[in-house]
């Protein structure tokens, strides 16, 4: 089945090239015997749009049903990340805030993993964060947070209360946003004449590369390159002046957008534009070489989790990420292959995943004892998580990995 859609950023026709079918909600953790009536299920889909090239999906979620007082994903829960974004805090301090009484605004600020740098160095900042708990979490840390969505309405607000902003940030967050043109509408009205909005999002360019498919999920709309970040910018009188490609979640792009004419592009953003077209990343033909691996992917990983269950092998998944949704539901994974997903996050616990109903359990039960293999579905913290779980190694544990392709390590 194959079909079309209105693009969200010019209106243009999007053409459908992968369908993983029925989805859940990605980040809706069931409490068992409570929430398994009446889950809610969509249809995930990716399609590319004929006219400005921005991959998105053929279906929108409605935001309240994911961004709520319960939403589960804490940024910290990752010391890497945390010494990322700190990374990213400190940068901005000599560079965009030096001047006089410097204002920043981050979209989507989550439990302050980024602000917190910035509202300790005493910096004038304004998270807008929807999802109640984690804004309780930041505003705990000392962060002034609204607790809405950021859309034109709140923007111009907010500049009417605390005036133009010089920096204006969104992680993971823009991406997530499928009426982005009010977003950037917002933004422009927003931002202080020689302000930047700077955002970070994964990369369609790494998920090509890497086959990372489960970077699609409801909450992931839009998986941009600079080709059709530059587009999307100029229909909003911005203008894309700086690209940073970025090792986090897998691999990530971060892009910088002034007032049209304010700066002068840097050589990177030349750079990836024209790496981007002799990769082919806005082709359908290379959008449906992506799509043939990550079928290959399903059935590989399909076969290898039957053979191990067939050798009474136990296997478990390790983290309860809101990308495993789409392998445990594309895959057709359930409890009889994977028995427990283990995760430090304690909204996460003691509950069921999306879908695929496998119980989440405490990262401390991975030890207790050892499965003989454990998925790693929170792979782009491998480093992080394989440092920290040695033990598993030594006790004969081997890795199950299945981005770029299915291995044991
Ligand atoms: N910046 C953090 C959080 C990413 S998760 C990080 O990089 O780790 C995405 C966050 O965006 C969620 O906390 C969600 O509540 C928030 N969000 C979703 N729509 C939003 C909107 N319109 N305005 C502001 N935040 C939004
Ligand atoms: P992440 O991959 O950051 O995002 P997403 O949900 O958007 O796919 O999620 C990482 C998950 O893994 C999160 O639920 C926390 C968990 N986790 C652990 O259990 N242990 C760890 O050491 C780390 C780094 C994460
Ligand atoms: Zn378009």
Avoid at 134 to 140: E, G, Q, R, T
Avoid at 191 to 199: R, Y
Avoid at 216 to 242: C, G, K, N, P, W
Wanted: a negative charge; charged letters at 25%; hydrophobic letters at 40%.
């Amino acid at each position: 089945m194959s079909s079309t859609s209105q693009c969200r950023v010019c209106g243009g026709t999007v053409n459908e090239f992968f369908d993983f079918g029925r989805q859940p909600l990605s980040d809706a953790f069931l409490e068992p015997d409570v929430d398994l009536d009446g889950e809610f299920f969509f249809r995930l889909a990716t399609g590319l749009c004929a006219d400005c090239t921005m991959v998105q999906l053929m279906e929108e979620v409605p935001r309240d049903r994911m961004f709520h007082e319960a939403y589960p994903y804490h940024s910290s829960g990752s010391a890497y990340m945390r010494s990322h974004f700190e990374g990213l805090a400190k940068r901005l301090l000599t560079t965009e805030l030096t001047g006089d009484d410097p204002f920043v605004v981050e979209v989507g600020c989550n439990d302050g993993v980024m602000l917190r740098t910035l509202a300790e160095s005493g910096v004038r900042h304004l998270g807008v964060e929807p999802s109640g708990g984690v804004a309780d979490v930041a505003a705990a840390k000392g962060i002034r947070v609204r607790k809405s969505f950021f859309e034109e309405s709140t923007a111009r607000e907010i500049r009417a209360a605390d005036g133009p902003a010089d920096v204006i940030y969104a992680a993971n967050t823009l991406c997530h946003i499928p009426y982005i043109g009010s977003i950037l509408t917002g933004v422009r009205a927003l931002l202080a004449p020689t302000g930047v909005f700077v955002f970070e999002d994964p990369y369609l360019g790494d998920i090509v590369e890497r086959a990372s498919f489960d970077q699609i999920y409801d909450e992931h709309f839009f998986f941009f390159t600079a080709r059709s970040v530059q587009q999307m910018a100029q229909r909003h009188d911005l203008e894309l002046v700086d690209v940073e490609r970025l090792p986090v979640h897998g691999g990530e792009v971060r892009y910088t957008l002034a007032i049209a004419g304010a700066r002068t592009p840097t050589p990177a953003v030349a750079d990836l534009l024209a790496e981007e077209r002799a990769r082919g990343l806005a082709d359908r033909a290379t959008l449906d070489g992506f799509g043939e691996r990550v079928l290959r992917i399903r059935d590989d990983l399909t076969a290898l989790l039957r053979r191990l269950r067939a050798e009474g092998k136990r296997v478990v998944g390790y983290g309860a990420t809101a990308k495993s949704a789409t392998v445990t539901n594309f895959c057709g994974i359930g409890p009889d292959l994977v028995s427990t997903v283990v995760d430090t996050t304690p909204a996460k616990q003691n509950r069921l995943t999306p879908g695929a109903h496998i119980p989440v359990v405490d990262a401390a039960a991975f030890a207790d004892p050892y499965p003989d293999y454990a998925l790693l579905f929170a792979w782009n913290h491998a480093d992080e998580i394989q440092a920290k779980e040695q033990g598993f190694r030594a006790a004969g544990g081997r890795w199950i990995r299945y981005v770029p392709e299915v291995r044991i390590d």
